[in-house]
C-alpha cells in the first residue's frame, strides 16, 4: 500500500516517498516491518496460545524419548507468529496490484488456514493425528493447482507452461497443459517437505529464511528485463515484486526464530510449515526455478527421500533404512545432540544456497 505513495512526488516535500518506489528499499523494509510487528504481537500470542491449549502439542508416541519429557506442554500453531507479521507488511510495502503477490498470498492463506485445522484437531483431539493425509494432501493440490493455473495465463505465451532447466542457456521444456501437475506437484510437494523437516527447535524456520533470502535476490534478477538478459535466465515481467513478499517472509521468521530458538517457547505445527514451504513453492513456479528450488531447498527434500525410504524399505522388506525418519531424528537416535542437528543442517542449508545462486551464472 505504501508503494502508492511514491506517485506523490511531484513537490520538494515529498520527495522523500519516491523511496517507496524502489524495489530493494521496499524490501528491506518489509523485513524490518514484518520482524517490529512479529515483537509486538508475538509474546502476546504464545500467552493465548498456551492458555487455550492447556497441554499445548501432542508430542509423537513414536518419537525420541526425550521429547516426551523435554517438549511437553510446548503450544503448537505457532504459524500464527509468522503468518500475521508476514502478511501484514507484504501488504503495506508491495504493490498490491500485483497479481503475482496475491497468487503467492493466496497459497499462504489457504495453507496456513488448511494447516491451523489440521493443528486444532490435534490439539483438541490430544493426538499427534491431524487430518486424515489423502484430504490434506488433495486440498493441498487442488489450491497449488488453481496458483499454477492463474501463474500460466498471467505469464507470456511463450513462457507459459514451460519449465526451466538450470546450468543450460534458455533452456524450456514445453509442458503445455501438464504444467498444472508439475507445478502443483511443487508447490504441494514443498510445503510438506518443510512439514517433515520441522521438528526439532528451529530446525526448519532458519533453512526457510535461508531459500526465502536466496529466492529473494533470485526473483530480483528475473523480474529485472535487463539483468534477466545478462544472466541468461527467463524475464517474468512483473514478478519482481515477489521480493518484498519474501523479504517479510525474513523479517516474521527473524521474529518467530526469537521465541523458537532451544528450548523453544513454541512450535510452528502445521499452520506455520505448510505455508512457508507452499510460499516458496508457488514463488518458484512463477518465476521458473522449480528445478532450482529443489537445489536451494536440499536439505527439505532430504528429509523427504528419508520418509519415502524408511516407508517402501519397511513395507517390502520390514527393516528400516534409518533408526527413525525423518532423517534428523535418525541422528538423535545415534547420540547427535539437539543443537549439534540443528547447526550443522542449518550450514547445509547455506551451502546448497549458495549451490543454487551458482545456477545462475553456470550456464
Do not use: C
Not at 488448511?114 to 487442488?142: N, Q
Not at 513462457?159 to 501437475?181: D, E, N, Q, R, Y
Not at 530480483?220 to 517472509?249: D, M, R
Amino acid at each position: 500500500m505504501l508503494y502508492y505513495l511514491s506517485l506523490l512526488t511531484h513537490t520538494d516535500q515529498l520527495a522523500f516517498f519516491r523511496l517507496f518506489k524502489y524495489l530493494t528499499f521496499r524490501s528491506g523494509a518489509a523485513v524490518v516491518t514484518a520482524l517490529f510487528i512479529a515483537f509486538l504481537i508475538n509474546p502476546m500470542l504464545i500467552r493465548w496460545l498456551k492458555v487455550r491449549q492447556g497441554k499445548g502439542q501432542p508430542i509423537r508416541s513414536d518419537g525420541p524419548a526425550r521429547h516426551i519429557l523435554e517438549k511437553a506442554g510446548t503450544p503448537t500453531m505457532g504459524g500464527l507468529l509468522i503468518l500475521l507479521p508476514w502478511v501484514l507488511s507484504t501488504i503495506l510495502w508491495a504493490n498490491i496490484s500485483n497479481r503475482y503477490v496475491w497468487i503467492a498470498l493466496l497459497v499462504t492463506v489457504a495453507y496456513g488456514l488448511l494447516g491451523f485445522i489440521d493443528d486444532y484437531y490435534k490439539v483438541t483431539k490430544r493426538s499427534s493425528d491431524g487430518l486424515s493425509g489423502r484430504s490434506r494432501l488433495l486440498i493441498e493440490f487442488a489450491v497449488a493447482a488453481l496458483a499454477t493455473w492463474l501463474v500460466m495465463g498471467f505469464q507470456a505465451p511463450d513462457l507459459s507452461g514451460m519449465l526451466a532447466v538450470p546450468f543450460i542457456k534458455t533452456a524450456l521444456i514445453p509442458l503445455g497443459v501438464f504444467f498444472l501437475v508439475v507445478g502443483g506437484f511443487v508447490i504441494a510437494g514443498a510445503a510438506n517437505a518443510v512439514n517433515f523437516t520441522d521438528g526439532l527447535d528451529g530446525l526448519a524456520i532458519v533453512p526457510v529464511m535461508i531459500a526465502a533470502a536466496t529466492f529473494t535476490l533470485i526473483v530480483y534478477l528475473a523480474g529485472n528485463e535487463k539483468f534477466a538478459a545478462y544472466l541468461q535466465i527467463p524475464y517474468i515481467e512483473y514478478s519482481g515484486e515477489l521480493a518484498v513478499f519474501l523479504a517479510a517472509l525474513v523479517g516474521a521468521g527473524l521474529g518467530f526464530l526469537w521465541y523458537n530458538a532451544p528450548p523453544a517457547a513454541i512450535f510452528m505445527g502445521d499452520t506455520g510449515s505448510l505455508p512457508l514451504g507452499g510460499a516458496l513453492g508457488v514463488v518458484a513456479v512463477a518465476i521458473k526455478h522449480e528445478i532450482v528450488l529443489a537445489l536451494v531447498g536440499g536439505l527439505f527434500v532430504v528429509e523427504t527421500v528419508s520418509v519415502i525410504v524408511q516407508v517402501i524399505s519397511f513395507k517390502l522388506t520390514g527393516k528400516r533404512v534409518f533408526r527413525m525418519a525423518p532423517i534428523h531424528h535418525h541422528y538423535e537416535q545415534l547420540g547427535w545432540t539437539e543443537p549439534t542437528i540443528v547447526i550443522r543442517f542449518w550450514i547445509v542449508a547455506v551451502v546448497l544456497a549458495l549451490l543454487g545462486l551458482a545456477t545462475l551464472k553456470l550456464r
